[in-house]
């Protein structure tokens, strides 16, 4: 075993070694969106060293509506990769020490099994490295593809890579990077607060919104992408999904030229193009005159009602011929937008009576621990235990404090049926375990004890991650 791990590692310094001495080796450039790292100037394949980091947190997806995202490099899309055909791909995953999860990530552009996925999979404050190479030029998606693969990627873990083609693109004025994503909470569009996801709807494919780059107006006043009369505009757009098509269209634009699903093939003067969930599209136009031009999944009940619009500002001489009418501003407001208030902060509480303690305690469920377990507590039948009336939890309420902070692994039986999976320890403070906690046992018949969070802190200090034995591998 030890051997085999020593020969392991210096095969692998050979072979890094060997790869360094053929290639010149270079940092990637990763951007954020909307946008997109410079074209590339080389005439030779390189060594690209990639390093990306999954982050979990909460952020808004509209005015005064909070989601927990699960990222690549902090921005839903995730950070857009830009490589050249026959490049060599070192990629290093990194998995934030605060990230609840494990992640990993699939590129569409890896030709190998799982696109790269088990070889990242990485658990919260890992590093993982794998290497392929960039055999097919174009645009392509990357996702995680940790179970359950959905949530990750309703979540927000997408993004795009674009592989140049060995000969480059084309120059143009303006490149800029659209992802369309769709999303499931359990509050209706617009619904304030904090907005846990909703796996249900996500099943049922009823999403509350759908949007371009992760919020409502991520595109749109100030972040409307920009550009001048005459130049032309190179949109890398992806679909992130998980569910949903998207037929994109720019109102009061033609595409000059498409490249179809992110491919090599070229289709010119198109309206609309269709872009699947985990696929691409490179859409060109130039632009004769100014105003503004409102990108839409033309599916329009998303565009004006769940958020999937945004926005190019374009300036510069008027051209009464090729368009005579008035161009006026914010005419396609979202009639379904958000209320304009933001709430100031979300108050501490601490719980001073046991009803206090299954308030907040339900509240730290939804938000942490309902995308598995479930709203009603009854899991998912050979993924997620149930917790609701659960015989693995209620004979031994201290050993559920160590599930939820240090982690539960291996073959356990509940109620009857067998789970032989991970549980993740919850970063979570004293207090709102012992709220959590205390919910749980006072839900769905269980045995009604009450956790403080003194009991949690003592576990803090003496309890360990508990790995069950007789695992079948
Ligand atoms: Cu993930």
Same mark, same amino acid.
């Given at each position: ?5 020593l ?7 050979f ?11 270079i ?22 060293v990639?390093?990306?980091? =999954? ?31 026959g ?10 020490p605060?990230?609840?999860?494990p ?5 569409? @552009?890896?030709?190998? /099994? *799982?696109?790269?996925?088990?070889? +990242?999979f ?14 097919h030029?174009?645009? &392509? ?12 990627? @309703? ?8 592989v140049?083609?060995e ?5 143009v004025?303006k490149e ?8 499931? =909470?359990?509050?209706? &569009? ?6 846990p996801?909703?796996?249900?709807? %996500?099943?049922?494919?009823?999403a509350?919104?759908v ?8 595109l749109?006043?100030e972040? +409307? ?7 032309t ?6 679909n ?5 098509? +998207? +037929?994109? #269209? ?10 179809v699903?992110? *491919? ?10 269709l872009?699947?969930?985990?696929? %691409? %599209?490179v ?6 005159? /100014? ?9 329009i009940?998303r565009?004006f009602?769940?958020g ?11 051209d ?10 914010n ?10 208030s933001?709430?100031?902060?979300? /108050? ?21 621990c309902? %995308?598995c377990?479930?709203?009603?507590g ?6 997620? /235990? ?9 004979e031994?309420? =201290?050993? @559920? ?6 982690g ?24 709102? =375990?012992?709220? @959590? ?27 360990k ?7 079948? #591998?």
């Open positions: 075993m030890k051997l085999n791990k020969v392991a590692a210096i095969g692998m310094a072979a890094l070694t060997a790869q360094a001495n053929s290639l010149p080796v940092d990637a450039v990763l951007t954020s969106p909307p946008m997109v790292p410079p074209p590339i100037k080389r005439d030779h394949a390189a060594k690209v990639v390093k990306m980091e =999954t982050v979990e947190k909460v952020m808004e997806i509209a005015d005064g509506v909070e989601y927990m995202f699960w990222t690549f490099g902090g921005s839903v899309p995730g950070q857009f990769l830009r490589v050249r055909e490049d060599e791909i070192e990629f290093h995953l990194s998995n934030h605060s990230s609840k999860m992640h990993n990530i699939d590129l569409h @552009a890896v030709n190998g /099994p *799982g696109g790269g996925a088990a070889a +990242s990485t658990a919260p404050g890992h590093t993982s490295v794998f290497n392929f190479k960039a055999l030029p174009g645009l &392509y998606v990357y996702h995680c593809a940790t179970a359950p693969v959905g949530m990750h990627i @309703a979540n927000g873990m997408y993004g795009l890579i674009l140049e083609p000969e480059g693109l084309p120059e004025d800029y990077y659209v992802m369309q994503g769709d999303f499931y =909470t359990k509050g209706a &569009y617009g619904e304030q607060g904090f907005q996801f909703d796996m249900d709807k %996500a099943i049922k494919e009823d509350d919104y949007l371009f780059n992760g919020s409502v107006g991520a749109n006043g972040k +409307s992408l920009t550009a001048n009369v005459g130049e505009v190179r949109l890398y757009v992806g992130g999904g998980p569910n949903l098509t +998207s +037929s994109f #269209h720019v109102i009061g634009e033609i595409f000059d030229k498409v490249n699903e992110g *491919g090599t093939l070229e289709n010119h003067n198109v309206q609309t193009t872009i699947p969930a985990g696929g %691409a %599209a859409a060109e136009f130039k632009l004769e005159v /100014p105003g503004n031009f409102i990108m839409v999944d033309h599916s009940f565009a009602n769940k999937a619009l945004g926005m190019i500002s374009v300036d510069g001489q008027e009464k011929v090729v368009y005579s009418g008035k161009v006026a501003e005419v396609y407001l979202p009639e379904g937008s958000a209320v304009q933001i709430p100031n902060g979300r /108050p501490k509480l601490v719980a001073t009576s046991k009803d206090d303690q299954l308030l907040f305690g339900k509240r730290v469920y939804e938000a942490n309902q %995308a377990h479930q709203a009603d009854n899991g998912i039948p050979g993924a997620f /235990p149930p917790l609701a009336k659960s015989d693995f939890l209620n031994d309420t =201290t050993r @559920a404090i160590d599930v939820v902070i240090h539960l692994k291996g073959p356990i039986k509940v109620n009857g049926k067998a789970f032989d999976s991970i549980m993740p320890a919850m970063s979570l403070s004293d207090e709102d =375990t012992a709220n @959590a906690l205390t919910y749980i046992l006072n839900s769905w018949d269980n045995n009604g004890a009450v956790i403080s969070p003194d009991d949690v802190k003592e576990r803090r200090d003496e309890g991650a508990i790995i069950m034995e007789g695992s079948a #591998h």
